[in-house]
């Protein structure tokens, strides 16, 4: 049995990438390969796949989520959007020295106010005057992780964000399809790699790290999926042809695996709470492409899930001491299922 000790490393800050290199698919790759560590360039990827494999990749995108603004007493405020309930209301992180009360007024971004609602938890929901994509787009600012030390420019808006990003409502990118250029993709589908595409909305909850030693007491923040009929039976296919199903990201492992708990993956909406420790049984995913993660994050203990805590411990070493770069904008890693 696992505890929340066992999941922490010490990570040299300066390998913690502060901004993405020039090229998208010019990150390292770290291939673990059974006891085999080795080390290569992320475009190396098409050479480790093999016909037929279905790559797997979570199309959101990231919102411009974060605004500053002002309450009407005069207080300043910190504004994160988690999530979009209808096209005039948000769950949001609110920052302030004293929370807002219930029908309270914020203006944001010195451009328009939004009306605070209930509490809930530890968001609050809040009302727009108009649409809130077309709010959020014009005025609100990209929100990067908090371990990332300048803020967001426009270099930022397009590189923290897929190539093939098409459904807004995240709050945080999913890392591992950053290393995916539009030239990389081409050279997979001429080898005869297919793909097929989920929806989950990255929440903040993503950067929390756990903070109870007992895994088991641990709350897991809540996120929306969606998986199509057309990736339903794309996986179904490739399962059928004996070929692997590559999730690309911890995203789209989540989104797979938590539509599989009856056995098998269906397609639907829904939330997700699923919180994967070692022991979990993988129903639909074969490999994963996943960047670094933070110590004892979920996301760690996710990965160990898959390729066996051991493995991955040994893996992270081996990222150290070649520096490798860590978390949102560096490397990768290629692992097979235990």
Do not use: C
């Not at 080795?38 to 199309?59: E, K």
């Not at 999913?174 to 989950?200: C, E, I, N, S």
């Not at 990736?231 to 999730?247: F, L, P, Y």
């Amino acid at each position: 049995m696992y505890s929340l000790s066992d999941f922490d490393f010490d990570l040299p800050q300066e390998l913690i990438a502060q901004l993405p290199l020039p090229e998208r698919s010019a990150s390292r790759l770290l291939h673990v390969d059974g006891e085999q560590l080795r080390d290569r360039a992320f475009a190396d990827i098409v050479d480790l796949l093999t016909p037929g494999d279905l790559l797997v990749f979570n199309n959101t995108r990231v919102l411009k989520a974060r605004f500053f603004g002002i309450k009407e007493t005069g207080g300043k405020v910190e504004v994160l959007v988690e999530r979009v309930l209808d096209n005039r209301t948000v769950h949001a992180q609110v920052r302030a020295s004293k929370s807002p009360q219930a029908g309270s007024r914020i203006r944001l971004a010195d451009a328009f106010d939004v009306t605070v609602g209930e509490r809930a938890g530890e968001f609050f929901t809040l009302t727009f005057p108009a649409d809130v994509f077309d709010l959020i787009e014009a005025h609100g600012r990209l929100p990067l992780p908090p371990y990332i030390e300048h803020a967001a420019d426009e270099f930022d808006e397009q590189r923290y964000q897929t190539v093939y990003a098409k459904e807004p409502g995240a709050v945080a990118a999913p890392t591992a399809g950053l290393h995916f250029d539009q030239g990389l993709l081409d050279r997979l589908r001429d080898k005869g790699v297919r793909f097929a595409f989920v929806t989950l909305h990255v929440g903040a909850g993503t950067f929390q790290p756990v903070r109870t030693e007992n895994l088991a007491e641990h709350k897991m923040h809540s996120e929306w999926y969606t998986i199509p009929a057309e990736t339903v039976e794309a996986v179904r296919a490739t399962k059928a042809a004996g070929r692997d199903i590559v999730a690309v990201g911890t995203t789209s492992m989540r989104a797979l695996e938590s539509a599989s708990q009856s056995g098998e993956l269906q397609a639907g909406s829904a939330d997700t709470a699923l919180f994967i420790t070692p022991g979990y049984v993988f129903k639909t995913v074969d490999r994963l492409v996943t960047n670094f993660h933070l110590p004892k994050s979920t996301l760690l203990m996710l990965v160990s899930a898959f390729a066996g805590y051991q493995r991955i411990r040994d893996a992270y070493a081996h990222a150290i001491a070649q520096r490798y770069r860590f978390f949102s904008y560096g490397d990768a890693m290629l692992l097979t299922r235990l």
